[in-house]
T-cell receptor
């Protein structure tokens, strides 16, 4: 069966520090991968998605970047965190174009 | 680009009653899919129901049904016989191409 792993669950980082959040999917190949951010009490904002290795689509210009170095690995990064980067980050995967997305448990990031 | 609008920030319903959560969408694509997800306070995203743009019948999954009105571009979620455990955030989402976009969500509170 397929599973998605996202870590860490919580993270407290100082302003100006780098960020690396990792997401991996097991039990499938060539998944569509997604990164979302959710501010407190708000909706999910699509940040990046990828349909293949090395391919990244950016939805919102910001202080973040994404990479897909392997088929089932999706990484969200920042060189210097801002206070406004705080939020709940969710990774998701989909096996095909018109199918539901399966989400990781999320990372709660607090930038201080 | 596709867009989802959820106009109800918060809703109340009494236990055992039915409730309708509104969702309208905007897309120029002919082929698309609509989803509803539930997010309890734990933060996990739980898939509830899916409706394809070419599906002629409204989708149903247990106590959940999707009232799909294609001409009006609406995809409302109906929860029948509400339970206390239904209290959560509910998100409508649209997939067209590869981007999966969510609305801002509706907070549902089920009261005894």
């Amino acid at each position: 069966s397929q599973t998605i792993h996202q870590w860490p669950a919580t993270l407290v980082q100082p302003v100006g520090s780098p960020l690396s959040l990792e997401c991996t999917v097991e039990g499938t190949s060539n998944p569509n991968l997604y990164w979302y951010r959710q501010a407190a009490g708000r909706g999910l904002q699509l940040l990046f998605y990828s349909v293949g290795i090395g391919q990244i689509s950016s939805e919102v210009p910001q202080n973040l970047s994404a990479s897909r170095p392997q088929d089932r690995q999706f990484i969200l990064s920042s060189k210097k965190l801002l206070l406004s980067d705080s939020g709940f980050y969710l990774c998701a995967w989909r096996p095909g174009r018109i199918t539901e997305a399966f989400f990781g448990q999320g990372t709660r990031l607090t930038v201080v | 680009a596709q867009k989802i609008t959820q106009t109800q920030p918060g809703m109340f319903v009494q236990e055992k009653e039915a409730v309708t959560l509104d969702c309208t969408y905007d897309t120029s694509d002919q082929s698309y899919g609509l989803f509803w997800y539930k997010q309890p306070s734990s933060g996990e995203m739980i898939f509830l129901i899916y409706q394809g743009s070419y599906d002629e019948q409204n989708a149903t999954e247990g106590r959940y049904s999707l009232n799909f009105q294609k001409a009006r571009k609406s995809a409302n979620l109906v929860i029948s016989a509400s339970q206390l455990g239904d209290s959560a955030m509910y998100f409508c989402a649209i997939i067209s191409g590869y981007a999966l976009n969510f609305g801002k969500g509706t907070s549902l509170l089920v009261t005894p």
